[in-house]
Protein backbone atom coordinates (compact mmCIF):
# COMPACT_ATOMS: atom_id res chain seq x y z
CA UNK A 1 0.00 0.00 0.00
CA UNK A 2 0.89 3.52 -0.81
CA UNK A 3 2.96 5.64 1.90
CA UNK A 4 2.29 9.48 1.70
CA UNK A 5 3.76 12.35 3.66
CA UNK A 6 1.39 15.00 5.01
CA UNK A 7 1.15 18.57 6.77
CA UNK A 8 -1.63 19.41 8.46
CA UNK A 9 -3.08 21.46 11.12
CA UNK A 10 -4.55 20.55 14.21
CA UNK A 11 -7.62 21.14 15.91
CA UNK A 12 -5.67 23.53 18.01
CA UNK A 13 -4.00 25.25 14.94
CA UNK A 14 -0.69 23.43 15.19
CA UNK A 15 1.01 22.08 12.61
CA UNK A 16 1.89 18.42 12.35
CA UNK A 17 3.20 16.45 9.83
CA UNK A 18 3.86 12.52 9.02
CA UNK A 19 3.18 9.87 7.39
CA UNK A 20 0.34 7.06 6.38
CA UNK A 21 -0.90 4.35 4.65
CA UNK A 22 -3.77 4.47 2.04
CA UNK A 23 -5.18 3.21 -0.80
CA UNK A 24 -4.60 6.80 -2.71
CA UNK A 25 -4.59 10.50 -2.22
CA UNK A 26 -8.09 10.47 -1.59
CA UNK A 27 -8.17 7.88 0.78
CA UNK A 28 -5.39 9.69 2.62
CA UNK A 29 -7.20 13.04 2.53
CA UNK A 30 -10.19 10.96 4.15
CA UNK A 31 -8.06 9.32 6.76
CA UNK A 32 -6.68 13.00 7.67
CA UNK A 33 -10.21 14.19 8.28
CA UNK A 34 -11.03 11.20 10.58
CA UNK A 35 -8.03 12.25 12.71
CA UNK A 36 -9.65 15.84 13.03
CA UNK A 37 -6.51 17.13 10.86
CA UNK A 38 -6.92 19.71 8.31
CA UNK A 39 -4.65 18.73 5.39
CA UNK A 40 -1.82 21.25 4.49
CA UNK A 41 -0.32 19.00 1.93
CA UNK A 42 -0.60 15.38 0.97
CA UNK A 43 2.67 13.82 -1.20
CA UNK A 44 3.83 9.89 -2.20
CA UNK A 45 6.61 9.35 -0.39
CA UNK A 46 8.95 6.20 -0.93
CA UNK A 47 8.91 3.61 1.66
CA UNK A 48 11.84 2.57 3.15
CA UNK A 49 12.93 -0.02 0.82
CA UNK A 50 12.15 1.95 -2.31
CA UNK A 51 14.72 4.73 -0.66
CA UNK A 52 17.07 2.42 -0.30
CA UNK A 53 15.88 0.85 -4.14
CA UNK A 54 16.22 4.16 -5.76
CA UNK A 55 18.14 6.88 -3.44
CA UNK A 56 20.84 8.28 -5.71
CA UNK A 57 19.82 5.77 -8.72
CA UNK A 58 18.67 9.44 -11.09
CA UNK A 59 22.14 10.42 -11.24
CA UNK A 60 23.62 6.82 -11.20
CA UNK A 61 21.25 5.10 -13.73
CA UNK A 62 21.55 6.72 -17.24
CA UNK A 63 18.84 7.10 -20.03
CA UNK A 64 21.47 4.18 -21.98
CA UNK A 65 20.26 1.64 -19.01
CA UNK A 66 17.26 2.56 -19.24
CA UNK A 67 17.41 1.87 -23.26
CA UNK A 68 19.38 -1.34 -22.70
CA UNK A 69 16.83 -2.47 -20.35
CA UNK A 70 13.79 -1.73 -22.32
CA UNK A 71 15.75 -4.03 -25.89
CA UNK A 72 17.06 -7.30 -23.83
CA UNK A 73 13.79 -7.20 -21.56
CA UNK A 74 11.95 -7.04 -25.38
CA UNK A 75 14.54 -10.13 -27.06
CA UNK A 76 13.90 -12.29 -23.52
CA UNK A 77 10.16 -11.96 -24.19
CA UNK A 78 9.95 -12.71 -27.78
CA UNK A 79 12.33 -15.69 -27.35
CA UNK A 80 9.65 -17.73 -25.09
CA UNK A 81 11.13 -16.62 -21.76
CA UNK A 82 8.39 -15.78 -18.76
CA UNK A 83 8.29 -11.95 -17.72
CA UNK A 84 10.00 -13.00 -14.18
CA UNK A 85 12.34 -14.86 -16.14
CA UNK A 86 13.38 -12.65 -18.14
CA UNK A 87 13.96 -9.86 -15.57
CA UNK A 88 15.84 -12.43 -13.29
CA UNK A 89 18.22 -12.76 -16.36
CA UNK A 90 19.14 -9.17 -16.74
CA UNK A 91 19.56 -9.37 -12.78
CA UNK A 92 22.30 -11.64 -13.14
CA UNK A 93 23.57 -10.26 -16.10
CA UNK A 94 24.26 -7.11 -15.35
CA UNK A 95 27.60 -5.73 -13.62
CA UNK A 96 26.02 -2.88 -12.18
CA UNK A 97 24.66 -3.21 -8.31
CA UNK A 98 22.61 -0.61 -8.80
CA UNK A 99 20.92 -1.91 -11.54
CA UNK A 100 20.93 -5.35 -9.79
CA UNK A 101 18.83 -3.79 -7.31
CA UNK A 102 16.44 -2.63 -9.46
CA UNK A 103 16.05 -5.31 -11.39
CA UNK A 104 15.66 -7.82 -8.35
CA UNK A 105 12.69 -5.13 -6.99
CA UNK A 106 10.73 -5.62 -10.36
CA UNK A 107 11.03 -9.37 -9.91
CA UNK A 108 10.34 -9.74 -6.23
CA UNK A 109 6.85 -7.07 -6.71
CA UNK A 110 6.02 -9.69 -10.68
CA UNK A 111 6.26 -12.25 -8.48
CA UNK A 112 3.81 -11.16 -6.27
CA UNK A 113 1.40 -10.88 -8.26
CA UNK A 114 1.77 -7.07 -9.50
CA UNK A 115 1.99 -6.10 -13.17
CA UNK A 116 5.27 -4.92 -14.63
CA UNK A 117 3.50 -1.45 -15.07
CA UNK A 118 2.56 -1.57 -11.34
CA UNK A 119 6.24 -2.51 -10.40
CA UNK A 120 7.62 0.25 -12.52
CA UNK A 121 5.27 3.09 -11.23
CA UNK A 122 6.94 2.28 -7.88
CA UNK A 123 10.04 3.84 -9.14
CA UNK A 124 9.17 7.03 -10.90
CA UNK A 125 13.09 8.04 -10.64
CA UNK A 126 13.61 5.81 -13.35
CA UNK A 127 10.40 5.04 -15.18
CA UNK A 128 8.62 8.31 -16.42
CA UNK A 129 4.44 8.14 -16.39
CA UNK A 130 4.77 7.44 -20.34
CA UNK A 131 6.97 4.33 -20.15
CA UNK A 132 4.60 3.08 -17.58
CA UNK A 133 1.50 3.85 -19.70
CA UNK A 134 2.93 2.34 -22.93
CA UNK A 135 3.63 -0.76 -21.00
CA UNK A 136 0.46 -1.02 -19.41
CA UNK A 137 -1.07 -0.59 -22.50
CA UNK A 138 0.94 -3.46 -24.20
CA UNK A 139 0.02 -5.37 -20.96
CA UNK A 140 -3.88 -4.80 -21.69
CA UNK A 141 -3.63 -5.77 -25.19
CA UNK A 142 -0.93 -8.48 -24.91
CA UNK A 143 1.55 -7.46 -26.82
CA UNK A 144 4.23 -6.35 -24.80
CA UNK A 145 7.43 -7.61 -26.67
CA UNK A 146 6.15 -5.66 -29.69
CA UNK A 147 6.15 -2.51 -27.13
CA UNK A 148 8.60 -2.53 -25.72
CA UNK A 149 10.58 -2.70 -28.61
CA UNK A 150 8.80 0.36 -29.91
CA UNK A 151 9.56 1.95 -26.67
CA UNK A 152 12.94 0.87 -27.70
CA UNK A 153 12.88 2.56 -30.76
CA UNK A 154 11.27 6.33 -29.50
CA UNK A 155 14.10 6.30 -26.61
CA UNK A 156 16.58 5.57 -29.38
CA UNK A 157 15.48 8.11 -31.51
CA UNK A 158 15.14 10.72 -28.19
CA UNK A 159 18.47 10.38 -27.55
CA UNK A 160 19.77 11.51 -30.68
CA UNK A 161 18.00 14.46 -30.41
CA UNK A 162 19.25 15.52 -26.72
CA UNK A 163 22.92 14.53 -28.10
CA UNK A 164 22.40 16.33 -31.37
CA UNK A 165 22.20 19.31 -29.13
CA UNK A 166 24.21 18.77 -26.68
CA UNK A 167 26.92 18.24 -29.18
CA UNK A 168 25.98 21.52 -30.64
CA UNK A 169 27.48 23.47 -27.86
CA UNK A 170 30.36 21.19 -26.60
CA UNK A 171 32.87 22.88 -29.03
CA UNK A 172 31.89 26.38 -28.43
CA UNK A 173 31.76 25.60 -24.65
CA UNK A 174 35.34 24.72 -25.21
CA UNK A 175 36.23 27.67 -27.18
CA UNK A 176 34.73 30.13 -24.68
CA UNK A 177 36.05 28.60 -21.81
CA UNK A 178 39.36 28.55 -23.31
CA UNK A 179 39.03 32.21 -24.11
CA UNK A 180 38.06 33.27 -20.93
CA UNK A 181 40.83 31.28 -19.19
CA UNK A 182 43.47 32.70 -21.40
CA UNK A 183 42.31 36.71 -20.63
CA UNK A 184 41.99 35.70 -16.81
CA UNK A 185 46.12 34.37 -17.05
CA UNK A 186 46.88 37.30 -18.82
CA UNK A 187 45.20 40.31 -16.99
CA UNK A 188 46.06 38.44 -13.42
CA UNK A 189 49.67 37.08 -14.29
CA UNK A 190 51.40 38.35 -17.35
CA UNK A 191 50.51 41.80 -17.23
CA UNK A 192 50.92 43.04 -13.56
CA UNK A 193 54.63 41.79 -14.62
CA UNK A 194 54.91 43.97 -17.26
CA UNK A 195 53.43 46.47 -15.17
CA UNK A 196 56.42 46.67 -12.92
CA UNK A 197 58.98 46.27 -15.19
CA UNK A 198 57.39 49.33 -17.32
CA UNK A 199 57.16 51.04 -13.92
CA UNK A 200 61.19 50.64 -13.64
CA UNK A 201 61.30 52.22 -17.21
CA UNK A 202 59.63 55.37 -16.25
CA UNK A 203 58.12 55.99 -19.63
CA UNK A 204 55.18 56.83 -21.10
CA UNK A 205 52.92 54.16 -21.87
CA UNK A 206 50.91 54.11 -25.14
CA UNK A 207 46.81 55.19 -24.19
CA UNK A 208 45.60 51.21 -25.06
CA UNK A 209 49.06 50.00 -22.79
CA UNK A 210 47.27 52.39 -19.69
CA UNK A 211 43.77 51.43 -20.74
CA UNK A 212 44.91 47.05 -20.74
CA UNK A 213 46.99 48.42 -17.33
CA UNK A 214 43.69 49.71 -15.50
CA UNK A 215 41.77 47.30 -15.99
CA UNK A 216 43.81 44.67 -15.32
CA UNK A 217 44.10 46.51 -11.63
CA UNK A 218 40.67 46.50 -11.61
CA UNK A 219 40.56 43.21 -12.29
CA UNK A 220 42.96 41.81 -9.80
CA UNK A 221 41.97 44.51 -7.15
CA UNK A 222 38.09 44.35 -7.62
CA UNK A 223 37.60 40.59 -8.88
CA UNK A 224 35.19 39.57 -6.27
CA UNK A 225 32.98 42.18 -6.70
CA UNK A 226 32.41 40.48 -10.49
CA UNK A 227 32.71 37.15 -8.69
CA UNK A 228 29.59 38.57 -6.01
CA UNK A 229 27.63 40.03 -9.12
CA UNK A 230 27.68 36.76 -11.14
CA UNK A 231 27.00 34.50 -8.12
CA UNK A 232 23.60 37.43 -7.39
CA UNK A 233 22.83 36.79 -11.05
CA UNK A 234 23.03 32.91 -10.94
CA UNK A 235 21.17 32.97 -8.27
CA UNK A 236 18.23 35.28 -8.63
CA UNK A 237 18.11 33.56 -12.15
CA UNK A 238 17.37 29.64 -10.67
CA UNK A 239 14.98 31.23 -8.20
CA UNK A 240 13.22 32.66 -11.20
CA UNK A 241 13.09 29.03 -12.90
CA UNK A 242 11.98 27.81 -9.83
CA UNK A 243 8.57 29.84 -10.22
CA UNK A 244 5.97 29.08 -12.65
CA UNK A 245 5.78 32.55 -13.74
CA UNK A 246 9.33 33.03 -14.70
CA UNK A 247 10.24 29.36 -15.87
CA UNK A 248 7.48 30.34 -18.21
CA UNK A 249 9.08 33.41 -19.37
CA UNK A 250 12.94 32.22 -19.32
CA UNK A 251 11.08 29.06 -21.57
CA UNK A 252 9.91 31.99 -24.08
CA UNK A 253 12.83 33.26 -24.24
CA UNK A 254 14.23 30.33 -25.46
CA UNK A 255 12.30 29.73 -27.86
CA UNK A 256 12.44 33.61 -29.02
CA UNK A 257 16.35 33.68 -29.24
CA UNK A 258 17.93 34.36 -32.64
CA UNK A 259 19.27 31.08 -34.56
CA UNK A 260 18.80 29.03 -31.03
CA UNK A 261 15.58 29.77 -30.54
CA UNK A 262 14.62 28.00 -33.47
CA UNK A 263 16.52 24.83 -32.49
CA UNK A 264 15.13 24.73 -29.24
CA UNK A 265 11.47 24.36 -31.17
CA UNK A 266 12.49 22.32 -33.86
CA UNK A 267 13.70 19.64 -31.12
CA UNK A 268 10.39 20.62 -29.07
CA UNK A 269 8.33 19.83 -31.92
CA UNK A 270 9.59 16.49 -32.91
CA UNK A 271 9.27 15.16 -29.32
CA UNK A 272 6.29 16.18 -28.95
CA UNK A 273 4.99 14.49 -32.53
CA UNK A 274 7.30 11.47 -31.95
CA UNK A 275 6.00 10.94 -28.27
CA UNK A 276 2.19 11.45 -28.99
CA UNK A 277 2.66 9.34 -32.10
CA UNK A 278 3.89 6.71 -30.09
CA UNK A 279 1.29 6.93 -27.34
CA UNK A 280 -1.64 6.95 -29.90
CA UNK A 281 0.05 3.85 -31.64
CA UNK A 282 -0.06 2.12 -28.56
CA UNK A 283 -3.71 2.40 -27.49
CA UNK A 284 -3.49 5.36 -25.05
CA UNK A 285 -6.32 7.15 -25.28
CA UNK A 286 -6.04 10.75 -27.36
CA UNK A 287 -7.00 12.79 -23.60
CA UNK A 288 -4.35 10.73 -21.73
CA UNK A 289 -1.52 10.72 -24.28
CA UNK A 290 -1.80 14.94 -24.07
CA UNK A 291 -1.80 15.06 -20.43
CA UNK A 292 1.33 12.79 -20.76
CA UNK A 293 2.93 14.66 -23.42
CA UNK A 294 2.59 18.19 -21.74
CA UNK A 295 4.12 16.55 -19.02
CA UNK A 296 7.40 15.55 -21.45
CA UNK A 297 8.21 18.52 -22.54
CA UNK A 298 10.45 20.39 -21.28
CA UNK A 299 9.86 23.66 -22.20
CA UNK A 300 6.70 25.20 -20.37
CA UNK A 301 5.56 27.47 -23.07
CA UNK A 302 4.70 24.68 -25.30
CA UNK A 303 3.52 22.72 -22.26
CA UNK A 304 0.85 25.26 -21.62
CA UNK A 305 -0.15 25.21 -24.99
CA UNK A 306 -0.43 21.36 -24.68
CA UNK A 307 -2.43 21.75 -21.95
CA UNK A 308 -4.84 24.42 -23.32
CA UNK A 309 -5.73 22.10 -25.94
CA UNK A 310 -6.56 19.22 -23.83
CA UNK A 311 -9.24 21.22 -22.50
CA UNK A 312 -10.66 21.98 -26.02
CA UNK A 313 -10.63 18.46 -27.06
CA UNK A 314 -14.57 17.70 -27.04
CA UNK A 315 -14.84 14.68 -29.13
CA UNK A 316 -11.21 12.81 -28.36
CA UNK A 317 -10.44 12.74 -31.84
CA UNK A 318 -9.33 15.95 -33.38
CA UNK A 319 -6.35 17.18 -32.15
CA UNK A 320 -5.06 19.81 -34.64
CA UNK A 321 -8.40 21.92 -34.20
CA UNK A 322 -7.97 22.64 -30.92
CA UNK A 323 -3.94 23.41 -30.88
CA UNK A 324 -4.71 25.59 -34.06
CA UNK A 325 -6.66 27.74 -31.70
CA UNK A 326 -3.35 28.57 -29.90
CA UNK A 327 -0.42 30.37 -31.50
CA UNK A 328 2.85 28.03 -30.74
CA UNK A 329 2.53 25.63 -33.12
CA UNK A 330 3.70 26.48 -36.54
CA UNK A 331 0.72 25.79 -39.48
CA UNK A 332 2.52 23.11 -41.51
CA UNK A 333 2.21 20.73 -38.29
CA UNK A 334 -1.11 22.03 -37.65
CA UNK A 335 -1.91 21.15 -41.37
CA UNK A 336 -0.29 17.88 -41.60
CA UNK A 337 -1.81 16.66 -38.47
CA UNK A 338 -5.27 17.54 -39.85
CA UNK A 339 -5.19 15.80 -42.98
CA UNK A 340 -3.71 13.06 -41.14
CA UNK A 341 -6.82 12.97 -38.96
CA UNK A 342 -9.21 13.45 -41.85
CA UNK A 343 -7.93 10.14 -43.68
CA UNK A 344 -7.52 8.14 -40.40
CA UNK A 345 -3.49 7.95 -40.20
CA UNK A 346 -3.19 10.34 -37.35
CA UNK A 347 -0.36 8.06 -36.68
CA UNK A 348 1.60 7.84 -39.69
CA UNK A 349 1.71 11.80 -39.65
CA UNK A 350 2.73 12.28 -36.71
CA UNK A 351 5.87 10.34 -37.40
CA UNK A 352 6.15 11.98 -40.63
CA UNK A 353 5.86 15.25 -39.07
CA UNK A 354 8.62 14.03 -36.04
CA UNK A 355 10.74 13.02 -39.13
CA UNK A 356 10.42 16.53 -40.71
CA UNK A 357 11.75 18.30 -37.15
CA UNK A 358 13.85 16.25 -36.45
CA UNK A 359 15.97 16.84 -39.77
CA UNK A 360 14.93 20.33 -39.73
CA UNK A 361 16.65 20.63 -36.38
CA UNK A 362 19.87 18.75 -37.28
CA UNK A 363 19.75 21.77 -40.05
CA UNK A 364 19.25 24.54 -38.06
CA UNK A 365 22.06 22.80 -35.55
CA UNK A 366 24.57 22.99 -38.82
CA UNK A 367 23.87 26.63 -39.27
CA UNK A 368 24.24 27.76 -35.41
CA UNK A 369 27.16 25.78 -35.41
CA UNK A 370 28.78 27.08 -38.26
CA UNK A 371 28.30 30.82 -37.36
CA UNK A 372 28.54 30.09 -33.78
CA UNK A 373 32.32 28.55 -34.07
CA UNK A 374 34.19 31.15 -36.26
CA UNK A 375 32.21 33.61 -34.21
CA UNK A 376 33.52 32.69 -30.80
CA UNK A 377 37.14 32.49 -32.37
CA UNK A 378 36.65 35.77 -33.96
CA UNK A 379 36.06 37.31 -30.68
CA UNK A 380 38.57 35.38 -28.46
CA UNK A 381 41.00 36.32 -30.82
CA UNK A 382 39.97 39.59 -30.45
CA UNK A 383 40.21 40.12 -27.25
CA UNK A 384 43.61 38.21 -26.62
CA UNK A 385 45.26 39.99 -29.47
CA UNK A 386 44.13 43.45 -27.92
CA UNK A 387 45.79 42.10 -24.86
CA UNK A 388 48.80 41.82 -26.50
CA UNK A 389 48.87 44.34 -28.88
CA UNK A 390 48.67 47.05 -26.39
CA UNK A 391 51.96 45.34 -24.75
CA UNK A 392 53.76 44.96 -27.73
CA UNK A 393 53.21 48.51 -28.09
CA UNK A 394 54.88 49.72 -24.97
CA UNK A 395 57.66 47.03 -25.74
CA UNK A 396 58.22 48.78 -29.13
CA UNK A 397 58.40 52.24 -27.63
CA UNK A 398 60.72 51.59 -24.86
CA UNK A 399 62.94 49.73 -27.20
CA UNK A 400 62.45 52.52 -30.14
CA UNK A 401 63.62 54.93 -26.70
CA UNK A 402 66.30 52.69 -26.09
CA UNK A 403 67.73 52.78 -29.67
CA UNK A 404 67.70 56.71 -29.52
Do not use: C
Not at 178 to 190: H, K, N
Not at 366 to 392: N, Q, R
Amino acid sequence: MPTFAYKAKTRTGEVTAGTLMAGDRRMALAELGRRGYFPLSVDAAESAADKKLTGGLRTRVSTRDVLMFTQQLSSLLRSGMSLSEAIGVLERRTQKKNLAMVFGGLRKEIEQGETLSSALSKQPKLFSRFFVNLVKAGEASGTLDDVLIRLGKYQEQASEVREKLVGALIYPLIVVLAGIGAVIFFMTFMVPRFVVMFSEMQTTMPLPTRILIGISNAFTAYWWIGAALVTAAVILFKQQARTPEGRLTIDGWKLRAPVFGGIMMASALAMFARTLATLLENGVPVLTALQIVEETMTNRVIANEISAARTRVTDGTSISQPLAKGKVFPPLLLDMLGVGEESGEVVPALKNIADMYEQELAHKIKIFTTLLEPAIIILMAGVVGSIVVSILMAVFDITSGIGK
